[in-house]
């Protein structure tokens, strides 16, 4: 991306953009910087690399290796689902009594619950669903925090795994969800085989997804156009799709204050201000145009906004 030349909204193609949009088979990726924007659901990276990665090598927990390890990784976890669903009932209940909103606000370490409620009012995940039914999208996720099945998006890839999901080490043995929501001090075994039950995601180099990996790489072969939205570029799908079809492929890129469009070997980038200019001109009504905030949902709502008023 870096390599190509950026031209501003003076000449943006919003026709392409827009031709683009209309195409059938569309891919669309997520990653945490769109989860911590939305929900601020923490990041699992180094569960993949080992807990934690900045510790030194002897100090490294290893829950493959010991029952002590596997304790203080599965409590981790079941800390860190309890933040995300927290943080999920907030959003599905607006009429939460603010005391039982704080309590909820306890779970969310690591959160700044001002912000939070600053985008309580409109949901990014609504949107995102929205935006699905609309321009009909084949999402996938690098995250692992379960946040678009438990809005409802179904049928989404994911890259990484999910970790209110279950599977045993030994034979694969998957489970829907997570059996021990209770501080755990034993390890958990799975009622089939026997073998040591972990979170069904990726970590320490077990339960590569490979297989999801492979569908996704087949529907972006077949794909018109990838809509990408907080993704890093350094896990799947884009450290595995090395295809000729790929680096042809023209790439919307929401950030939270613009939209960047790659088309036939040049990029455009345009910020929030420019397409208001844009759509004020098309359309009579301002109510949409809540301006004055960055985030990713409103790129969202712009990518939309600018699709509809093409078809008026
Ligand atoms: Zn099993």
């Given amino acids: 991306m870096a390599d190509k030349a950026v031209i501003t909204s003076n000449n943006f193609p919003f026709k392409r953009l ?3 949009l209309d195409s059938t088979k569309k891919v669309c990726v997520i990653g945490y910087d769109f989860s911590w924007s939305s929900r601020h659901a923490p990041h699992f990276t180094d569960i993949r690399r080992g807990i934690w990665s900045a510790l030194s090598e002897k100090s490294k927990l290893n829950p493959f290796a010991s029952e002590q390890d596997y304790c203080v990784v599965m409590n981790w976890f079941n800390c860190r689902r309890q933040v995300i669903s927290a943080s999920n009932r907030v959003y599905e209940d607006s009429e939460t009594p603010s005391a039982k909103l704080s309590e909820y606000f306890q779970l969310l370490r690591d959160t700044k619950p001002k912000e939070y409620l600053a985008i ?3 949901d990014f995940f609504h949107m995102l669903q929205r935006m699905g039914n609309d321009l009909g999208l ?3 996720t690098q995250c692992e ?4 099945g438990l809005n409802d998006i179904e049928n989404a890839y994911e890259l990484y795994g999910n970790i209110f999901q279950a599977k045993c080490h030994e034979n694969g043995h998957e489970f829907a969800s997570w059996p021990a929501h209770n501080e ?3 390890r958990i075994v799975c009622e089939s085989c026997g073998s040591v039950i972990f979170p069904n995601v990726e970590m320490f180099g077990w339960n590569n997804k490979i297989e999801v990996r492979k569908k996704l790489l087949y529907q972006i072969e077949k794909s018109e156009v990838l809509i990408l939205m907080g993704i890093d570029r350094n896990l799947s799908p884009f450290t595995e799709v090395k295809s000729e079809h790929y680096l042809r492929l023209p790439v919307i890129e929401l950030l939270n204050n613009g939209i960047v469009f790659e088309d036939n070997k040049s990029t455009h980038k345009i910020s929030f201000n420019e397409i208001e200019k844009y759509i004020e001109k098309r359309i009579n009504t301002k109510e949409c145009l809540s301006k004055g905030t960055e985030s990713y949902q409103k790129a969202m ?3 939309r906004q600018i ?5 008026n």
């Fill in 307 to 311: 699709h509809k008023i093409s078809e």
């Fill in 145 to 148: 925090d379960g946040l678009l």
């Fill in 18 to 20: 827009v031709e683009v």
């Fill in 120 to 122: 309580q009012q409109s």
């Fill in 138 to 140: 084949t999402i996938a």
């Fill in 184 to 186: 755990i001090r034993q």
């Fill in 301 to 303: 709502e712009y990518l």
